[in-house]
């Protein structure tokens, strides 16, 4: 990752207040939830920051949640219960001033190795992602993610 950090827990120590992904939802949950679900444990962000600061240059959140056979692909539907375990991929997102450097598919491994470790010690199918744009669609599509049957915007990356 370079001139950006490890990922690591998102803490208190972390400078969130100048961190613009140019995507208001995310910048606003960011800034107002995420220490807040990481506390109660409803979700997990981890931050990459700038080399030599506290500065977040981008994030990841993962949580856990189940899809509908209905709404999964074939793939996962196979032999599972119904609703099927997943980790959601809750949000991810870049800092403008890194954009275009392959930050966000590192981010995007990172969370994937991260899944493929849990799934190791306890039961889980898939990792899900509801995609905000299209833009976001392509971007995890390119990254091996398949869409849903049913909803637009709903991606899935069978776990081993």
Same mark, same amino acid.
């Given at each position: 990752?370079?001139? @950006?950090?490890?990922?690591?827990?998102? +803490?208190?120590?972390?400078?969130?207040?100048?961190?613009?992904?140019?995507?208001?939802?995310? /910048?606003?949950?960011?800034?107002?939830?995420?220490?807040?679900?990481?506390?109660?444990?409803?979700?997990?962000?981890?931050?990459?920051?700038?080399?030599?600061?506290?500065? @977040?240059?981008?994030?990841?959140?993962?949580?856990?949640? +189940?899809?509908?056979?209905?709404?999964?692909?074939?793939?996962?539907?196979?032999?599972?219960?119904?609703?099927?375990?997943?980790?959601?991929?809750?949000?991810?997102?870049? /800092?403008?001033?890194?954009?275009?450097?392959?930050?966000?598919?590192?981010?995007?491994? /990172? !969370?994937?190795?991260?899944?493929?470790?849990?799934?190791?010690?306890?039961?889980?199918? !898939?990792?899900?992602?509801? !995609?905000?744009?299209?833009?976001?669609?392509?971007?995890?599509?390119?990254?091996?993610?398949?869409?849903?049957?049913?909803?637009?915007?709903?991606?899935?990356?069978?776990?081993?």
């Amino acid at each position: 990752m370079g001139c @950006v950090t490890a990922p690591e827990p998102l +803490s208190s120590s972390h400078q969130l207040a100048e961190f613009v992904s140019g995507e208001a939802v995310l /910048d606003d949950w960011f800034k107002q939830r995420g220490l807040k679900n990481q506390a109660l444990g409803a979700a997990r962000t981890f931050v990459v920051c700038k080399t030599g600061t506290k500065q @977040v240059a981008g994030f990841y959140s993962l949580a856990t949640g +189940s899809v509908n056979h209905v709404e999964a692909t074939g793939s996962l539907r196979r032999n599972m219960p119904d609703p099927i375990p997943v980790i959601i991929l809750a949000r991810l997102a870049i /800092d403008v001033s890194f954009r275009g450097k392959g930050l966000g598919a590192d981010l995007l491994h /990172d !969370a994937v190795l991260r899944c493929y470790r849990v799934a190791e010690n306890i039961g889980v199918r !898939a990792i899900m992602v509801h !995609a905000l744009t299209e833009q976001a669609k392509s971007f995890y599509l390119h990254h091996g993610f398949k869409a849903s049957q049913t909803q637009e915007r709903t991606l899935f990356l069978k776990l081993p």
